[in-house]
């Protein structure tokens, strides 16, 4: 697994199947990936829960505010190289 743009591409693919890098998930690997997405999507939840607080504190309004923001390229860039990396994190997971 050298490329991980090869990774986003092949997991987009909808007929893709059984992903190649995969062979045999026990369950202790799918047990870890699924602690690593709960812990990450609490962790993101808790952040989430301040920002808005902090946006309706401050008047800069709520959820639809954010849900009708345009992100500049340069945010998107780093918003897919986190993904980029949290989705290597997750296939390590399965195949170490």
Known sequence: MSDPASVSELLLKPQR???DFVSEVSADQLVDVV???AMEI???RDRLDVHEALAEKHGFGG???VDSFELDEA???RQAARRERW???VIHDLTT
């Open 63 to 65: 959820p639809e505010v």
């Open 42 to 44: 609490s962790a993101l």
């Open 17 to 19: 199947g059984k992903p």
């Open 35 to 37: 602690m690593r997405l």
């Open 87 to 89: 989705v290597q994190r």
């Open 75 to 77: 945010t998107r860039d």
